[in-house]
């Protein structure tokens, strides 16, 4: 065969210019596999949102003004801030167009930042989550819609996931940092739980820009640890542990609880600072000739916690309490009241007295180990709670002003939300921390000498001049703050939690035995 002629007789993908061309497609398909293969991973969940973290872990988080909703898209969280969320958009839009229009008021905005989406064995279950950002977003709109707490500059609610990391926290922060100017954001409220990782986020925002911080004003709306008053630029709208432990011991005081012999189980995980100082604040507050034996303690950052407690049960029938103060977290509740129907000692009644984590009790898995034991086990459960509808009743005069309003049958809360409950304190708390943040807003405002325009900076320092005659009109009490940032002499309601799961408020109490009321602030 001559050399033309196998030229001529070669496939026609072998000849040019088809053999050329092959080549730059093929060249062209390879090219384009590997941008594909080795392009970034796209972790946007949303404009101001990403996902962060890996496997379980991971999770969207970042700044939203509600037109994302958080959720892990389960049938348990997917939709869980579904309504809320686009509540908290359409105020947020109406505040924004009424700030463009001629003449229209200013506005700041406020993020609400808190673990939005729990995981198994979370203290925080979904319906607290929403419950609290549900008070949040009542108390938006009541800011934004009546005069009763002043009516400038208007508020914007942003809505932020701090996620559950160090990693997520971080990306959490810096998202919100990038909105603080556009956003013209000044305080950060809700804040999460009392942990070491809550102290840490919470000095992130509240610390100086040249240190490296977002400098705003924070408010917590459910932190109690005694040790969170160090964190500067820091106030809180609930009860200090001592309060609440102070709160216990005069109960304990009164009939029919004054001869009654008490043993402590404390909680001593490294890292939560709620359980430590609930424990701390209750030795120091009862009288040792009380005490019925040492105090007894577990660890639940291990494993084994059930077992723990049901082999301490002939050792608290031996020491002869009448009354147990747990000094832990309510996700441990059940696994500590399930081997209680089964103790030695079931003649002997025993009230077992904690604190306000107790409230989300109901919400959690165990709910029905712990009523099964208060129906059989001659156990009676009670709690110093935060906040409950019952006081207001109990004590009016700690309870003055128009916030416990927006929760009463007329109200904007059951406007809006006429199916929720307000037995677990959430959605009064929430809505308690932003009532304080606007109220910190509006009266650095009227001292602005910038034609009202407002900074972090300027409510951080307005923060020490709420108290006497400007305290908030809290629907959770009287918040009269402290020079360390914790509200003086705060209510803190007595609850018991009946054998079919119901609560009701049986005192009203606070750290010297005595409310802060109206008649006190003149």
Same mark, same amino acid.
């Given at each position: ?39 970034? @991973? ?22 939203? %003004? ?44 406020? *993020?609400?930042? /808190? ?35 002043? %009516? ?48 840490? /986020? ?16 924070? &408010? ?6 005694? +040790? ?15 309060? @609440? ?7 304990? !005081? ?7 012999? *008490? ?56 020491? @002869? ?62 709690? +110093? ?7 207001? @009743? !109990? ?19 059951? #406007?809006?939300?006429? =199916? ?5 304190? !959430?959605?009064? /708390? ?31 320092q307005i923060w020490k001049s709420l108290h006497g005659v400007e305290s908030v009109k809290g629907a959770s009490g009287l918040i009269s703050l402290s020079n ?11 609850? =018991?939690?009946?054998?079919?799961? &119901? ?7 606070? #750290? #010297? ?8 602030? #003149?």
């Amino acid at each position: 065969m001559s050399p033309g002629s196998w030229v001529r007789n070669r496939p026609w993908w072998a000849r040019w210019p088809w053999n050329a061309m092959s080549a730059a497609v093929l060249l062209t398909l390879v090219a384009g596999a590997l941008v594909w293969l080795l392009r970034p @991973e796209d972790t946007s969940c949303a404009t101001g949102v990403d996902r962060v973290g890996s496997g379980p872990e991971a999770q969207c988080v970042g700044i939203t %003004d509600g037109s994302y909703h958080f959720g892990d898209g389960t049938k348990e969280t997917g939709e869980n801030l579904d309504q809320v969320s686009e509540l908290i958009h359409e105020e947020n839009a109406s505040v924004e167009k009424t700030g463009k229009e001629q003449g229209g008021p200013s506005y700041v905005a406020i *993020v609400y930042l /808190m673990p939005l989406i729990p995981r198994p064995g979370d203290t925080n279950t979904p319906d607290s989550v929403r419950h609290e950002v549900q008070g949040a977003y009542t108390a938006q709109y009541e800011a934004n819609h009546s005069d009763k707490y002043g %009516d400038s500059p208007k508020i914007k609610l942003l809505l932020a996931n701090s996620g559950s990391t160090d990693e997520q926290r971080a990306a959490a922060l810096d998202r919100i940092r990038e909105r603080i100017g556009p956003e013209h954001i000044v305080a950060v409220a809700g804040l999460g739980t009392s942990t070491d990782a809550t102290e840490k /986020m919470t000095r992130t925002i509240t610390a100086s820009e040249a240190d490296g911080g977002l400098q705003l004003a924070a &408010t917590g709306s459910v932190l109690t640890a005694d +040790t969170l008053s160090k964190v500067k630029g820091l106030v809180r709208v609930a009860p200090t542990n001592s309060d @609440e432990a102070a709160a216990a011991a005069a109960l304990l !005081q009164r009939k029919p609880f004054a001869d009654k012999r *008490v043993l402590v189980i404390q909680d001593s995980r490294p890292d939560d600072q709620y359980t430590r100082t609930l424990g701390e604040a209750f030795l120091k507050a009862i009288p040792k000739k009380r005490l019925a034996g040492n105090v007894e303690e577990y660890d639940s950052s291990q494993e084994g916690v059930a077992s723990a407690f049901k082999t301490r049960m002939s050792n608290l029938c031996a020491a @002869e309490p009448d009354v147990v103060y747990f000094a832990g977290r309510g996700v441990d509740l059940p696994r500590f009241l399930a081997p209680l129907k089964d103790r030695p000692c079931t003649d002997r009644e025993l009230v077992v007295l904690t604190g306000d984590d107790a409230s989300q009790s109901a919400q959690a898995s165990g709910f029905d180990q712990i009523k099964e034991t208060l129906r059989s086990g001659n156990v009676r459960l009670l709690y +110093t709670g935060l906040a409950h509808q019952g006081a207001w @009743e !109990q004590r009016k005069d700690a309870y003055p002003g128009w916030a416990v309003q927006s929760f009463r049958e007329k109200g904007a809360y059951r #406007s809006e939300f006429p =199916e929720e409950t307000l037995d677990d304190g !959430q959605a009064i /708390m929430g809505h308690d921390a932003v009532l304080t943040a606007v109220s910190g807003v509006r009266l650095a405002a009227r001292a602005s000498e910038a034609n009202g325009r407002v900074t972090g900076s300027q409510t951080i320092q307005i923060w020490k001049s709420l108290h006497g005659v400007e305290s908030v009109k809290g629907a959770s009490g009287l918040i009269s703050l402290s020079n360390d940032g914790s509200p003086a002499r705060k209510a803190v309601p007595v609850i =018991e939690i009946a054998p079919d799961g &119901t609560v009701r408020t049986l005192d009203v109490s606070a #750290s #010297s035995g005595t409310p802060l009321t109206e008649a006190d602030l #003149s």
